[in-house]
């Protein structure tokens, strides 16, 4: 067990609708990042928060937004879903921005978008 | 099953045997390595990293080398086990915070 907690574990939408994933990171951990697993592109840097404030985007559509609350945990909002958007989405944490930091990775949320 | 269905190279090898599994990576800059390890229906899973200033690192059956000139990062695997079997990433962390992941090798231990 990493530390990282992800919910819900699984997710079934249709086109069209939003949902919301939420991730608690590590106990003491400041840092969140969000990660996209999908069939055809492997695993795909989304969006990174240190202590609430966004410090780092990668390949984020417009449509995904994501924001880290006072308590640490994360919430990654995905509206108006298509079909591509079904993947695994994972949370992982870790404690520092240093460079030598590993990340700690949560089961994962699983969306499916029919 | 495979945890990502990209056409993984697959690696296959026999109980007790070593496994050694191969990452380019592509930015001369980065400056720290990790190996992850992914079961199907998990998360990846830290195993062994490496900063640049070294070339090797060992853990426990586990052993990382890094070849800076070409860009190469191996992960060898002592005595094969069958829950050894995953996919395993090498990425990779430049400048900022962000890994950068490889698309994975798919390990397979044959009884």
């Known amino acids: 067990d990493s530390g990282v907690t992800q919910t819900p574990k699984h997710l079934i939408t249709a086109t069209g609708q939003r949902v919301t994933l939420r991730c608690s990171p590590r106990s003491g951990d400041l840092s969140v990042y969000w990660y996209q697993q999908s069939l055809d592109q492997g695993l795909q840097f989304l969006i990174q928060y240190y202590n609430g404030e966004e410090r780092a985007k990668g390949n984020i559509l417009e449509r995904f937004s994501a924001q880290q609350f006072p308590d640490l945990h994360s919430e990654l909002n995905l509206s108006s879903l298509e079909l591509g958007d079904s993947a695994l989405y994972f949370c992982a944490s870790t404690g520092s921005l240093a460079t030598n930091e590993k990340l700690f990775f949560g089961s994962g949320t699983q969306l499916s978008v029919l | 099953g495979e945890s990502v269905g990209l056409h993984l190279p697959t690696l296959s090898v026999q109980e007790g045997d070593n496994s050694i599994i191969n990452c380019a990576y592509s930015n001369s800059a980065s400056d720290y390595f990790i190996w992850y390890k992914q079961e199907s229906g998990k998360g990846p899973q830290f195993i062994i990293d490496?900063?640049?200033?070294?070339d090797k690192r060992q853990g426990q059956r586990v052993t990382v080398l890094l070849n800076k000139t070409v860009k190469h990062l191996s992960l060898q695997i002592a005595a094969t086990q069958p829950g050894d079997s995953a996919v395993y990433f090498c990425a990779e962390k430049s400048g900022g915070n962000k890994l950068t992941f490889g698309t994975g090798t798919q390990l397979k231990v044959e009884l």
């Open positions: 490496i900063r640049s200033n070294m």
